[in-house]
């Protein structure tokens, strides 16, 4: 039986075919094991550079270029272009086999010998070149053959580098693009995703095709061809890089991390390691997060990703929250919330007149008292505060465990409960349980999540193999949790891997909403700080657009022809997001665009129209992804706004955290875009972007 395989650029550019075509491809290739056996149809490609193309016929105007082995019988669908151009194509390139990775990457030679003179002239004259501090034997042992050093050697510039990703092979390209970024020759051996110990026959395409999960599919039959036709958008179902893909079935002495920017798959390999997990039947898995429409986007991803009934069954999606109160209410029934937390503290403050506010006493109890579970006063004055800024002296913080104990006993007095205190109940529960619910825990967004939430889920799991899995990004950590994993419990040092391809947003947008950060610098969650170095993304486009306006209402209507624009452009309602700062701003935004007759929807609608704007605060943005997004209302006085910053004579510490969070928040909301960034304000800008 011939096999097919697709490759992943073909699939990519299936989808943007009309229904027609489509239709008519799917036909030729769902016959395709037949039309090999009768061996017609393939047709050998004149002139070409590598003879293991294949032309194979789909209509009239239309031919699909194959790459057909030596022996054996493994075919690989590469294009499918008007007839000309189809050959055009085939004569331009080559295929190889990469000598580190030993997967199949395909050169425009043609483009390579026309680039190669022009730049070897341009180096003549400089002083120094991009790899200079590389040997070659480093460049070898990367992958980089023969033809790609000798270009190498004569680039001078990274932009250089970048213009020839069309026509390089591709992981030769990527190793060069990582040693260039300034990623040691290790790092980028890692980013290769663990290349092969087995030897690499460079002859051997067939082999090299197997080993390329990353950009070919082999599909058994023409159903399971039928079933990859039908999502043709969903790439991230089938195709997983190396790195995502070890990552998300490897085998884990105890807890593991994916970390990586955003849009670089960390919920797309949480996805898979969730079904990887089911799949092994070893018992239950849950798959949490931070929110409810995280945990609903998640559960999509599930279900598109996972056919099998029963692994579906063995996988659980809640919401940390959720899943907190289910443990709560089997043991004691529904908790009774206190409603008003904010004026329960004013009481307090103000009955012990104590010189504290009501947020300070809060967060003290918040990340002190529970986050390091002090039961008494004597443990409180010892208490480590890392991350509180004021400090305290022994008398300040007797005065504070006064208003904790107060409000604790008014708590137990009324029997009411906080979400902090449900959990806390939860994970007690928990950890009596000597069968605990899940063998396997997945939490996506980890970066928000609390201490209390951090312990609740180590004890819904025994200590072992495989039991946590966490994917999440300090650079979006836009609530205010700074944690250590180690002192919660989850030790994941030597089991952490950062993923650095983003497949979301462009290279413009990506770098414009990094200086939004300025430098800061962020944790590691791990004790460490996190890094961006060696980041790429998979695509270009327009820098984002910054439009200024005078007044409100002017934004207002500014933000409506930027929307209309986009549709006259061809952009379907349901691909633009806008996301403000404040319920209010949302809420003004939702008017106008009525106004304007423009279908739009809160983003925290359960079943959302398809065809309408997504508008919601920058808090409700996180995870999501929207073609276009506007950003509105990034106004001094609104990004940050007043009330979301410590003032710096309250708490320094305090202060900076709350200044680096608005910022994290600002660049989430600006990375949900794929395509379009468009961000706008009246009088003066926020100070994060002026
Ligand atoms: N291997 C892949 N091939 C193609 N597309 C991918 C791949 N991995 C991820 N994607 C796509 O990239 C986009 C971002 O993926 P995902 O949401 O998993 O990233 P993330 O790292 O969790 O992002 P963020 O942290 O910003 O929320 C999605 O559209 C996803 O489908």
């Not at 031919?63 to 075919?75: T, Y």
């Not at 990034?634 to 009330?643: D, G, W």
């Amino acid at each position: 039986m011939p096999k097919l395989g697709i490759d992943r650029d073909f699939l990519r550019e299936y989808a943007r075919m009309d229904r027609k075509l489509q239709d008519r491809v799917q036909e030729v290739f769902a016959k395709f094991d037949a039309a090999t056996h009768a061996g017609i149809h393939l047709e050998k490609i004149t002139n070409a550079r590598d003879d293991r193309f294949r032309s194979i016929r789909v209509d009239q105007f239309w031919r699909g270029i194959v790459l057909a082995p030596e022996s054996g019988d493994s075919f690989t669908l590469l294009k499918v272009l008007p007839h000309d151009a189809a050959y055009t194509w085939a004569q331009r390139r080559q295929v190889s086999v990469n000598a580190a990775t030993g997967q199949i990457e395909i050169r425009d030679v043609a483009a390579i010998d026309a680039t190669l003179p022009e730049l070897d002239r341009f180096a003549e004259g400089r002083t120094s070149r991009l790899f200079d501090n590389i040997s070659d034997k480093d460049l070898r042992r990367l992958g980089v053959d023969d033809q790609t050093l000798q270009f190498a050697r004569v680039l001078t510039s990274e932009l250089q580098l970048e213009a020839a990703r069309a026509f390089l092979p591709q992981n030769q390209w990527e190793a060069l693009y990582g040693l260039a970024a300034g990623l040691s020759a290790e790092d980028v051996w890692a980013a290769l995703g663990a290349p092969t110990d087995e030897p690499i026959d460079p002859d051997d395409v067939g082999a090299a095709v197997q080993r390329t999960t990353e950009r070919v599919l082999l599909v058994d039959g023409s159903e399971e061809l039928l079933e990859v036709f039908r999502q043709p958008l969903d790439l991230w179902r089938i195709y997983l890089h190396p790195v995502q893909h070890q990552v998300a079935h490897a085998s884990y002495k105890g807890p593991a991390r994916v970390t990586g920017g955003p849009g670089t798959g960390k919920t797309v390999v949480a996805i898979h390691r969730a079904r990887h997990l089911g799949e092994r039947a070893d018992g239950k898995v849950l798959v949490t997060t931070f929110t409810s429409n995280l945990a609903a986007s998640l559960q999509a991803g599930l279900d598109l990703l996972v056919d099998d009934l029963e692994v579906r069954r063995r996988i659980a999606v809640q919401h940390i929250d959720q899943f907190a109160h289910q443990v709560f209410r089997q043991q004691h029934g529904k908790p009774r919330m206190l409603s008003d937390e904010t004026s329960v503290w004013h009481d307090i403050r103000h009955r012990l007149d104590l010189p504290f506010t009501e947020t300070f006493l809060f967060e003290e109890w918040r990340q002190v008292v529970l986050a390091h579970r002090v039961q008494d006063a004597e443990s409180y004055l010892r208490a480590k505060r890392s991350g509180r800024g004021r400090p305290l002296n022994a008398r300040q913080r007797g005065q504070v465990w006064q208003a904790i104990e107060a409000f604790q006993q008014r708590l137990h007095d009324e029997r009411l409960w906080t979400h902090e205190t449900v959990r806390a109940e939860a994970t007690d529960i928990l950890s009596r349980q000597k069968d605990k619910p899940f063998r396997h825990i997945v939490v996506d967004e980890a970066q928000d999540l609390s201490p209390e939430q951090w312990r609740l889920l180590r004890a819904a799991t025994s200590e072992g193999p495989d039991d946590i899995f966490i994917a999440g990004d300090a650079h979006q950590r836009i609530y205010q949790h700074r944690i250590s994993l180690r002192e919660v419990g989850v030790r994941v040092s030597g089991r952490s891997t950062r993923l650095t391809v983003n497949y979301r947003t462009t290279a413009e947008i990506l770098a414009w909403s990094f200086q939004l950060l300025r430098g800061e610098a962020i944790d590691d969650m791990d004790g460490d700080l996190d890094t961006v170095a060696g980041y790429r993304c998979e695509t270009h486009g327009l820098p984002p657009e910054l439009r200024s306006f005078r007044t409100r209402a002017d934004e207002l209507r500014g933000l409506c022809e930027q929307i209309q624009s986009w549709t006259s452009a061809g952009v379907q309602l349901g691909e633009i997001g806008v996301a403000a700062r404040s319920n209010g701003v949302v809420d003004a935004i939702v008017n106008e665009l009525a106004r304007a007759g423009i279908p739009a929807h809160a983003l925290d609608r359960s079943n959302p129209p398809a065809d309408a704007v997504a508008i919601g605060t920058m808090h409700k943005m996180k995870g999501l992804e929207f073609r276009c997004v506007a950003v509105a209302g990034a106004t001094a006085q609104q990004v940050p706004p007043a009330t979301a910053i410590t003032p710096v004579e309250d708490d320094r510490a305090t202060h900076l955290q709350d200044v680096q969070r608005e910022r994290c928040l600002l660049f989430v909301a600006c990375t949900r875009a794929r395509e379009h960034l468009y961000v706008s304000w009246h009088g003066a800008p926020s100070e994060f972007i002026a």
